[in-house]
């Protein structure tokens, strides 16, 4: 089974930064072949924000561009969100999720299998 954590979570200020890890297991087993961070705020749908691939290729939404970047460790079995210049808007649950096929979506959370349990991200203003 495919095993996701994420950590690195808090609270900072509007401006400030956040780096969110997602520990995985089982990744060459299952043959995962992306994985994805997406966030939920209170009351809102599950959005994607980010995806890698397994030879590095990134994809991000428009309103995270020029601010997050994600990067994996394959030595480390990790995945990061490095968040920069951050926004009272990006005050959400974030999930790290993995995905075995290959879409034509880069982030449409109904393609993600796995899912881990995540990590808040509070952006006070």
């Known amino acids: 089974q495919v095993h996701l954590v994420e950590s690195g979570g808090g609270s900072v200020q509007a401006g400030g930064s956040l780096r969110l890890s997602c520990s995985v297991s089982?990744?060459?087993?299952?043959?995962?072949?992306?994985m994805g961070w997406f966030r939920q705020a209170p009351g809102k749908e599950r959005e994607g924000v980010a995806r890698?691939?397994?030879?590095?290729?990134?994809y991000y939404v428009d309103s995270v561009k020029g601010r997050f970047t994600i990067s994996q460790d394959n030595t480390k079995n990790t995945v990061y969100l490095q968040m920069n210049s951050l926004k009272p808007e990006d005050t959400a649950m974030y999930y790290c999720?993995?995905?075995?096929?290959?879409?034509?979506?880069?982030?449409?959370?109904?393609?993600?299998?796995?899912w881990g349990q995540g990590t808040q991200v509070t952006v006070s203003s």
């Open positions: 999720a993995a995905r075995n096929r290959r879409v034509s979506e880069p982030l449409n959370p109904n393609d993600y299998s796995y």
């Open positions: 089982g990744y060459t087993v299952y043959g995962i072949i992306v």
């Open positions: 890698i691939t397994s030879s590095g290729g990134t």
